[in-house]
């Protein structure tokens, strides 16, 4: 595999007093959420992913994407399908619904809307930002089903085995089901499945094996026929009667009478509970009934055959678990049929769920029947029908621990405990109660931490840091984790912990779902279940704090969730302008009392910070939002563009997630009657660390930045050159209004010649007759296209930028490129040049700045690092840097550099980590990052 890599800094100089962050994303987006039409119907959550609804916008979770398509950044061609609705018992309809490019599915783009009395309360979930791909596929389905048959080779397929097409029709009551795979089509990329380093055209097909045993979800490129993943679907590990069992004792069981005496069958409202005997085979093939003739199943032999009753009845008990708990009818909460094997293979060492019906292995005379085993590959049924966790990375380590959570919870329930009475937290080599103690992590990226594709992404050893989460959710804990954080969990109990846990993975979770967003919905499972403030909600927070994600409830969490006032808007802005923002109080559990005084620090386009103190009025509750108006008043009477930026300064907050906030607003004098039509950017082509062809499309983005709509029939002249060539002029004819605010894309049909490594420049422009404001329509942008991998690699930058780039994020700032007017600088540097946030050191404050690397390829070294000079001053709470990369040029991490000591104070900005304090002086950084290599 090719490592890709970029960092912020690499042998350079740097004078800092700018905000610098990350970008999660280096790429264009075509598509943006419109921010402003989202704070108009939405709030910011507590918990990062979920957004609250405003109850007077009264928005029908049914036709929320018909309405508000803009505001989540969906584009034209692009829609949400309702997947299915689900009731819970306190009254929530949960819309699920997946996200569709030209009509076809978006893998990983699921979105659930959470209404109430017909109203949406709140949403979360995953959109696919920014799709560009084609959709029309080079390989047909044949084709790809032949591909994905040659790649998964089988003695004997499902849909060749008479007994399991026709197992599966009785389990899903299809006549019609069938297990021979159809090619469907799909988008599927790094957001769905991590080792994809970009968008795929994909057909998914699911090919299950009886000889050998397999069951698999196999993705074929589209338009190669390569096989890009697979995901395993098979997930590891009526008459009263008395049973023997091998792990439970003596058990009441329910069996059916036929002619021959006593079957391990039964029919528990409407739902078949079936146990087979394989008989040493793989599959149904083979299977016969257990019988017994009195009821009395003292099947206690040579044969093991006492494991079938210990699974029959742990599946009666698992079925009536969730039944009692949760009101949820089976696996599928349909009366899905529970159907077991018993005795598979021959010292097959497993258990299994393969989508359909469970599978259990006698081992070496150690089978694994016990009931925690029955009722984890059940749970792996119940996952597959609610959240749908793929199984990968942290998704799939989810998968499990929710298998291994209810696995525990449904055998303590039953009655089988510790002589004390307590659970029984040991499950096949996992230790939930001290994970540490058989290999595993009990803290997120802590020791013990498995990373790689080994193991579906360590899904079985990852799988315990929720795990421990809920061991100490139930009985309570108290230590430091791996990231030297103490922490002090009260016990709530099993029950509690249980339907929090539950309510997570049935409403909450999507298939990707990652660890924080299992934190962010078990914590609005918490506040739903037993209210914000409650006990339970807090210890919830605390668990997850205690395993290294995110905050515990804090008591001085403050933040800025939006700016009421001024508005976006196309009327003129005074002088004298009030700021309005509205502070919520996320320390959720305590109250503040009357009096007390916020600070709220903002700011105008990175000029001058005032601060503004306040006094609460009344008493403000966990969870509850005030509005201030903030004094002294701003001035915006100017014509342009404003941002405005604010941030709560609460004495003692802990937690800065939430503190910043920023809005852009216009003030429209001399705007409105000008037609203004503005270059917002260059969306095609981007830097790109792979090859790229000769024939590359340029796609511009223009803007209606007038307070006016332009007409149909309008033209505009468009034109472009690369690298200061020949220049494409054409035409964009508007066959439809373009609103006010509104963009609108052109492909240029002039194609450019990128198959070469290097940067190259694209200068683009706009233009419109009616068009009087000219200072926007035109734009220059740089490309960094290929990769290095000759090293040793050294830039001094003496001879230009190179393959480096740099581009603000939210403002005219930039980093330049040049001879610094600094003599203490000059004196440090080893040559003339440096990159700085600007030469004259007469820089702006709060800027927002990225210098991106090009991408290096570390595939043939052994011991990779990277070492880099720089002189620099960092304003505290709103400058730093990091090193980051990535191995696949869309997820991102971080190196925390040694040496760097000089009074730092960690925080995270705007969702990204990152070093912040004062120092003076030139300084020499290296970060060694062996992961990387080969």
């Known amino acids: 595999m090719h490592y890709l890599l970029r960092l912020f800094l690499f042998s350079l100089i740097l004078l800092v007093s700018a905000l610098i962050i990350s970008n999660s994303n280096l790429s264009a987006q075509n598509i943006k959420p419109d921010k402003a039409l989202m ?18 916008k009264n928005i029908s979770a049914a036709t929320i994407f018909d309405e508000y398509k803009i505001a989540f950044g969906l584009q034209k061609n692009e829609e949400m399908q309702i997947s299915r609705i689900d009731s819970d018992n306190l009254g929530v309809q949960h819309y699920r619904y997946n996200q569709l490019f030209n009509g076809i599915p978006v893998e990983g783009g699921e979105y659930i809307v959470h209404e109430l009395y017909g109203r949406s309360v709140r949403a979360n979930g995953r959109i696919i930002l920014g799709i560009e791909i084609n959709t029309d596929p080079v390989i047909t389905k044949q084709q790809a089903l032949d591909i994905a048959l040659k790649n998964l080779r089988s003695d004997k397929y499902l849909w060749q085995s008479e007994a399991e097409e026709n197992m599966l029709k009785i389990i899903t009551k299809d006549p019609d089901a069938t297990y021979y795979p159809k090619a469907e089509l799909c988008i599927a990329g790094p957001d769905y499945f991590p080792e994809l380093k970009k968008n795929h055209l994909a057909y998914k097909l699911n090919i299950g094996s009886a000889e050998p045993n397999y069951y698999y979800d196999i993705y074929i490129d589209a338009m190669t026929g390569s096989e890009l993943f697979k995901l395993s679907r098979i997930h590891e590990e009526n008459r009263p009667g008395t049973a023997v069992t091998m792990y ?88 899905m049929d529970l159907v077991s094997l018993v005795h598979v293979g021959t010292n097959w060492y497993n258990a299994t769920w393969n989508g359909i019906y469970m599978s259990y292995g006698d081992g070496n005379n150690s089978p694994l029947t016990d009931m925690v085993v029955v009722s984890h590959e059940l749970t792996h049924g119940v996952t597959q029908h609610t959240a749908g966790l793929i199984y990968a990375y942290e998704s799939g380590a989810l998968n499990e621990s929710f298998s291994d959570i209810f696995g525990v919870a449904a055998k303590t329930w039953a009655g089988v405990t510790k002589p004390d009475g307590s659970p029984t937290w040991r499950i096949v080599g996992r230790n939930m109660a001290d994970p540490n103690s058989s290999g595993h992590p009990d803290t997120y990226k802590g020791r013990n931490w498995r990373t790689g594709s080994g193991d579906n992404g360590g899904v079985h050893s990852n799988s315990q840091v929720q795990n421990y989460w809920f061991y100490m959710l139930v009985t309570g804990a108290s230590g430091t984790n791996d990231n030297e954080d103490d922490y002090d969990v009260e016990a709530i109990g099993i029950e509690k912990a249980g339907q929090i846990a539950y309510r997570n993975l049935a409403y909450y979770l999507t298939r990707s779902s990652n660890y924080y967003d299992a934190r962010n919905g078990s914590l609005q499972a918490a506040e739903d279940l037993y209210g914000i403030c409650s006990n339970e909600y807090k210890q919830v927070a605390k668990a997850w704090h205690a395993v290294g ?14 700016i009421d006032a001024p508005n976006t808007t196309c009327d003129f802005l005074s002088d004298n302008e009030l700021i309005k923002v509205e502070v919520k109080y996320f320390g959720a559990c305590e109250r503040v009392s009357s009096g007390t005084e916020i600070p709220i620090s903002y700011s105008v386009n990175a000029g001058d910070t005032l601060t503004s103190v306040h006094k609460l009025q009344s008493r403000l509750e966990g969870g509850e939002s005030v509005v201030f108006t903030l004094s002294p008043p701003v001035d915006l009477s100017a014509a342009g563009n404003y941002n405005i930026v604010c941030r709560t300064q609460f004495p003692g907050d802990t937690n800065i997630t939430n503190d910043i906030y920023s809005k852009t607003v216009i003030s429209a004098d001399g705007y409105s009657e000008q037609n203004d039509l503005l270059l917002a950017g260059v969306v095609l082509p981007v830097s790109n660390c792979d090859a790229m062809t000769t024939e590359e499309k340029v796609v511009i983005e223009i803007k209606n930045n007038s307070c006016e709509d332009i007409p149909a029939g309008e033209t505009i002249a468009v034109g472009f050159s690369l690298n200061g060539g020949q220049v494409a002029l054409e035409s964009l004819a508007l066959t439809e209004i373009l609103p006010s605010k509104s963009s609108v894309e052109y492909t240029f049909e002039q194609t450019v010649d990128l198959s070469q490594t290097g940067i190259y420049e694209i200068r683009s422009w706009t233009a419109f007759d009616k ?70 050191a007469n820089y702006s404050d709060h800027s927002e700045m990225v210098l991106q690397s090009p991408c290096f390829d570390f595939t043939a070294l052994i011991d990779p690092f990277i070492c880099f000079d720089s002189f620099f001053r960092i304003e505290v709470d709103f400058d730093g840097f990091i090193l980051e990369y990535s191995l696949d040029d869309s997820n991102w991490d971080r190196v925390e550099l040694p040496g760097y000591n000089s009074n730092l104070a960690q925080t995270v900005q705007m969702g990204i980590p990152w070093f912040s304090g004062y120092n003076w002086g030139w300084k020499n950084y290296c970060a060694y990052m062996p992961e990387l290599a080969g």
């Open 39 to 56: 704070n108009e119907i939405a709030d910011q959550s507590n918990y990062p992913g979920f957004i609250n609804f405003k109850p007077e």
């Open 248 to 335: 439970s004792d003596t058990v009441d069981i329910v069996a059916d009478h036929f002619s021959g005496g006593f079957r391990l069958r039964e029919v528990r409202d409407g739902v078949n509970i079936i146990t087979y005997n394989a008989n040493n085979g793989r599959n149904l093939d083979n299977a016969t009934d257990f019988v017994d003739t009195d009821n009395f199943w003292n099947n206690v032999n040579r044969k093991l055959d006492q494991t079938a009753t210990d699974v029959h009845w742990g599946a009666e008990m698992s079925y009536d678990y969730y039944k009692i708990n949760f009101n949820r009818n089976s696996i599928d909460d349909n009366g």
């Open 549 to 562: 994600v995110g905050y515990p409830v804090t008591t001085n969490d403050f933040g800025v969730v939006g």
């Open 771 to 840: 068009d009087t404001v000219n200072n926007n329509d035109n734009l220059e942008v740089e490309l960094a296209i290929g990769k290095l991998g000759e090293f040793p690699y050294f830039e001094d930058f003496e001879a230009g930028p190179a393959m480096w780039e740099s581009f603000a994020i939210s403002d005219n700032n930039d980093w330049q490129l040049g001879k610094p007017n600094q003599e203490n600088i000059n004196s440090a540097a080893s040559g003339d040049n440096a990159w700085m946030t600007n030469l004259n």
